[in-house]
Each structure stands twice: as structure tokens, then as C-alpha cells.
């Protein structure tokens, strides 16, 4: 669903290292779309002073010191999401019917937040647009 290029950018090489990576990938005919949603990620920038990416969206990192990382999470969680047409999403669920359970079937549950109080939960899930709709039909509520 993606491709996530990691480059030492400290290595004197790094920019043919590029050039002989995207020509691996184009020579294997993987899908254009595949192609064009590459995230590149600069690692190791910590070693560089004042470090700023000469690329256009590249994201830089240091795994190292976890500089970066929570971006590049939320990067990869956004082109997953685009690639597979699925979408995060928060629902008011009541605990006392089938909700929950239809929910952790058919979509990713992320986090379930009880309400004891009133015996509902707030259900953060990934799920696509036609089980989304599945669900809207079920639990019209």
C-alpha cells in the first residue's frame, strides 16, 4: 500500500543512493500511484547541524533520538489511509446492543472509551466508506 524510503542522509552517497532506489522500484513495474505516494525520509539528522530537508516533502527524522517520528507516524497513517479508501472515525456506541461487537468484526477498533454513567462508549475505528455505510444502515441511532 506504501512505500516509505529511509536515507542515511549523512552518507556521502545519499542523493545516487536515491537515484539507484527509484530505478529499482520504476524497473519492477510497481503502479504509478504506488510511485508518486513515496514518503522520503532524511534519518539520521541529528549528526547534521541546523539540518533542513533540500527536498520537498521530505520528512527528517533521527531514530536515533526520536526526533521526527511522531510526524512520520502520522504521514504513514494518512497515505495508508488514502491508499486502502478507509477513513478514522469516532462513534457513540451503546454497550447494551450489538454495536461493539459488529464494530470489531468488520472495522479496526482503535480505542474504547466507556461511559458508564449512561452505558455507551465513544469507539474510535478505521473503517472503509461500504462497511461505514453497513454500519449507518444497521444502527440508524
Excluded: C
Excluded at 520504476?26 to 547541524?49: A, G, Q, R, T, Y
Aim: charged residues 25%; glycine residues 4%; negative net charge.
Amino acid at each position: 500500500d506504501l512505500i516509505v524510503h529511509v536515507r542515511d542522509i549523512t552518507h556521502p552517497e545519499t542523493i545516487l543512493q536515491k537515484a539507484t532506489v527509484l530505478s529499482v522500484l520504476k524497473n519492477l513495474n510497481l503502479p504509478s500511484h504506488l510511485l508518486d505516494s513515496i514518503i522520503e525520509v532524511h534519518n539520521k539528522v541529528d549528526l547534521i547541524e541546523r539540518y533542513k530537508p533540500t527536498e520537498e516533502n521530505a520528512l527528517a527524522i533521527s531514530a536515533l533520538h526520536g526526533h521526527g517520528l511522531e510526524k512520520l507516524k502520522e504521514e504513514i497513517e494518512k497515505q495508508i489511509l488514502i491508499a486502502t479508501k478507509k477513513k478514522i472515525l469516532t462513534v457513540n456506541v451503546n454497550l447494551e446492543g450489538p454495536q461493539l461487537s459488529w464494530l470489531y468484526k468488520e472495522a479496526t477498533v482503535q480505542e474504547v472509551e466507556v461511559m458508564p454513567e449512561d452505558g455507551t462508549a465513544r469507539v474510535k475505528v478505521i473503517i472503509g466508506n461500504s462497511a461505514f455505510g453497513r454500519y449507518k444502515n444497521l444502527f440508524p441511532n
